[in-house]
């Protein structure tokens, strides 16, 4: 059984930056694609990013491409989202997610996180 463990949230402003941290364990961590996505109230959870389990291919959602860099270190079970040029409407509680594949839909992921909140002021 795969455990995500989120961390790195916060309160910023606008034009600032964070980086969001994903540690996995229980399972197979360098196998796993692995996804960061986003929620907030009233809304579905949508896609951010993502990167395959070597590493070597990432999709960004073309909100956030170009502030936003998704990497892995599969030595520490950890996958990053580094956030730029911080927005208000990048507010939402972030998940990361492990999956079989590399895909944008939430329904193939399989392991999730319990999230971090991310609030941008402005």
């Known amino acids: 059984q795969v455990q995500l463990g989120e961390s790195g949230g916060g309160l910023v402003q606008a034009g600032g930056s964070l980086r969001l941290s994903c540690a996995a364990s229980?399972?197979?961590?360098?196998?796993?694609?692995m996804g960061w996505f986003r929620q907030t109230p009233g809304k579905e959870r949508e896609f951010v990013a993502a990167i395959s389990s070597s590493g070597r291919s990432t999709i960004y959602a073309d909100s956030v491409k170009g502030r936003v860099t998704i990497s892995r270190d599969n030595a520490k079970n950890t996958v990053y989202l580094q956030m730029n040029s911080l927005k208000p409407e990048d507010t939402a509680v972030y998940y990361c997610a492990a999956g079989p594949i590399l895909v944008t839909a939430t329904r193939y992921y399989t392991y999730w996180g319990q999230g971090t909140r991310v609030t941008v002021s402005s």
């Open positions: 229980g399972g197979t961590f360098s196998f796993d694609n």
